[in-house]
């Protein structure tokens, strides 16, 4: 499984290599970085525009700007900034944005798969019951609500509870301005603004998640070696999660592993709604500034992240399924 | 979780009685969109200890259904009447949990797909290890060594590197070897084995039922034996009982009924059979037409529509299963006197004709073909 891991790992490089080529052609093409600074009023001096081309490497041939970038990478340099008066520097910035938004994406994805897997066993043990209706209409409600909206929803009502009842909710922000000494008090800050963000991001991918291990169970409790596991007069807890469980976890955790990339793409708009300086508000920043390379810095950890899901997915598998062995 | 210990009520020892397992008037339905499929319509036997009792009849006629209603494995919207009898206690009326303590332990199952029957992602020796400890308070690693020393029983060569094995590194025979280790590794009273070779190729199939005889002999179990395959119930069982649309229609010895059948559809079963041991060549005779849906049955004989005897009183009244001319002999049909010593062909005719081979072109005897 090591040779298997590394040759995967070995794998991502030509993988990597190929997918920034295309970002990079994509970004370099979809506008000019220097529109906002023509447009300027009062209009920046030529000189000024020129020494942004030069810096940008504007002036030089797309294949040999990305030479330079790659190149630049492999040193830690994401390249240059236009934001910050083109003092930014890319890679600590998105590092900074990364531990924010991945507080957020981790607190999610451990609830989300916790209330799949409880709500999918119980709708399927207790098929066609009032519970399983509950939990399907609940999911199938989820599931539809768009994650922008649900969010919003949330963020509202959380306002209106704080002004009519005086709940305390965070509603703005991955953590407040002011906040009382001692490392305590940061970690209970932190916390309270995770609240809100968390349940939207952990409701919605909870959504898919408990379909999904409903159907997995439901399949695995009508399969022959449940009934003979029963017929070896197990006791009924012992079937379940010895079992059912155990088997129909391994179709189900390989597809939360790769929908963990997808989980990216809700992270930036719940970022968004609840106002988060995290990754999301990097890359809209980004855009907005027509920073592109800041953007292709976001990216490229949106593709090694979507790399080492799959990765991931394919381990666990074989660790879950021992009829399944890479070598 | 594991090992649940068998406390306090202990079922009470069968030894003194004359049967271990009695089945009484069992009736299963199934309600269905299409309405209710009666699938055991009123199934009554007894076993005897060490005893084998096949159980044949085409598919859908409810053998299957019968037995998982004796171990309680039905699906749960499968209505059950009647009683399982196991020593003093009704099986049908216990909880989950009561049922559990007989499972296994006193009564064990094996079924017919050996390639899905185990658990892909445990090995094999844990399973059995796990159906020894459901009942037995023992070490992990005594129950393997157990494991090991059933797995030798049963047949599988090196039992000792095999029992660290994952169910799909066995072969098909194999593996029903090993539910076979499991069935036996509490020793049951009695073992109910569901078509346990259907799914075999017919070499293995002579294997795994040799593996079966051994289990059998060194537990002292009776045996339950669910097959269609009649050549399968020739070689083991002590008596048989043939079911058609959810009822018996026949039981006797096995003697009784391959050589004495008082039923027209048990005569029909034989001449369906290839047998070797009659000399000479002679076309098979099958049974035309299709078991009747268990929906809506109409009433009277059920075989009725395909019985070449069949006569105005078989549409109209179901016959009962009734003494025939030899004793602990019975047969459902109102005219079981009159098969006294007809041959199969007698009464069904082949299907096909095959005088179009060189040697039977003189064959101007042949039988037309019936539609």
Not at chain 1, 198 to 209: D, F, H, K, S
Not at chain 2, 68 to 88: E, H, I, T, W, Y
Request: aromatic fraction near 8%; charge should be neutral; charged fraction near 15%.
């Amino acid at each position: 499984m090591l040779a298997y891991t590394i040759r995967r790992l070995l794998v991502a490089i030509p993988l990597l290599i190929v997918s920034t080529f295309v970002v990079f052609l994509l970004v370099t093409f979809s506008g000019d970085p220097l529109a906002n600074l023509r447009t300027k009023q009062p209009p920046p001096s030529p000189q000024v525009i020129a020494n942004y081309r030069h810096m940008l490497r504007l002036d030089q041939p797309v294949l040999v700007r990305y030479w330079h970038w790659v190149t630049g990478l492999l040193h830690g340099d994401f390249g240059p900034s236009v934001q910050g008066g083109g003092t930014l520097d890319i890679g600590h910035a998105l590092f900074q944005r990364i531990l924010v938004s991945l507080r957020l994406v981790i607190a999610a994805i451990i609830i989300a798969m916790i209330l799949a897997v409880i709500v999918g066993t119980i709708s399927a043990v207790r098929q066609y019951s009032i519970a399983d209706y509950v939990f399907t209409f609940t999911g199938f409600l989820f599931l539809s609500l768009p994650v922008f909206w649900f969010a919003l929803l949330l963020k509202e009502g959380a306002i209106w509870l704080n002004n009519h009842i005086g709940t305390g909710f965070k509603t703005l922000g991955e953590s407040s301005p002011i906040v009382g000494p001692g490392f305590g008090s940061h970690l209970v800050d932190a916390l309270e603004h995770l609240v809100l963000p968390t349940i939207t991001l952990a409701l919605t991918a909870y959504a898919a998640w408990s379909r999904f291990n409903r159907s997995s169970m439901l399949e695995v409790l009508g399969s022959d070696y449940v009934r003979l596991a029963r017929a070896k007069g197990l006791s009924r807890s012992r079937v379940l999660i010895r079992h059912a469980l155990r088997t129909a976890l391994i179709p189900f955790v390989t597809v939360t592993a790769l929908d963990i990339a997808a989980l990216l793409s809700q992270t930036i708009i719940t970022e968004t709604v609840f106002q988060w300086r995290g990754m999301g508000d990097f890359l809209f920043t980004a855009i907005r500034a027509l920073d592109v390379y800041a953007v292709l810095a976001w990216l490229l950890f949106a593709a090694i992240i979507v790399i080492v899901a799959n990765l991931i997915a394919d381990l666990l598998y074989a660790v879950l399924d021992p009829r399944i062995r890479y070598d | 979780m594991s090992g649940e210990l068998v406390d306090g009520v202990v079922p009470p020892s069968v030894s003194n009685r004359a049967n271990v397992l009695e089945v009484e008037n069992l009736r299963v339905d199934f309600p269905t969109d299409d309405g209710l499929v009666r699938a055991v319509r009123g199934l009554s036997y007894t076993l005897a200890p060490r005893e084998v009792l096949g159980i044949v009849g085409e598919s859908g006629s409810g053998k299957s259904v019968a037995s998982l209603a004796v171990m309680g494995l039905l699906p749960k919207n499968a209505r059950v009447s009647g009683q399982v009898r196991f020593g003093d206690e009704n099986l049908l009326g216990l909880s989950e949990s009561a049922l559990a303590r007989y499972r296994g332990e006193h009564i064990a199952m094996i079924f017919q797909d050996p390639m899905t029957s185990l658990n892909p992602v445990y090995t094999v020796g844990w399973q059995i290890a796990e159906a020894i400890r459901a009942h037995r308070n023992v070490s992990q690693r005594a129950a393997l060594e157990k494991a090991v020393e059933l797995l030798r029983l049963v047949g599988i060569p090196q039992a000792a590197d095999r029992v660290h094995n994952y169910p799909h590194e066995f072969s098909g025979g194999m593996r029903q070897r090993a539910v076979i280790a499991c069935a036996i590794a509490n020793d049951p009273d009695v073992i109910i084995a569901d078509e346990p070779t259907t799914a075999l190729d017919v070499t293995v199939q002579a294997q795994v039922l040799e593996s079966l005889r051994i289990a059998r002999e060194r537990t002292g179990a009776a045996m339950i034996l669910i097959t269609h395959d009649l050549g399968v119930v020739a070689g083991q069982a002590d008596r048989v009982l043939v079911m058609y649309a959810g009822k018996p229609v026949e039981v006797g010895t096995a003697d009784d009924v391959f050589y004495r059948p008082r039923m027209p559809y048990t005569l029909g079963l034989l001449g369906s059979l290839p047998r070797l041991d009659v000399g000479g060549r002679r076309r098979l005779t099958p049974i035309q037409g299709s078991p009747p849906s268990l929906i809506n049955l109409p009433p009277g004989c059920p075989f009725a529509p395909r019985c070449p005897m069949r006569q105005p009183i078989c549409q109209q009244e179901e016959p009962e299963l009734r003494p025939t001319d030899h004793p602990g002999h019975l047969a459902a049909c109102h005219f079981s006197d009159s098969l006294v010593g007809v041959a199969p062909s007698d009464l069904f005719r082949p299907t096909a004709r095959d005088d179009v081979l060189p040697e039977d072109a003189g064959d101007s005897a042949a039988p037309e073909v019936t539609a």
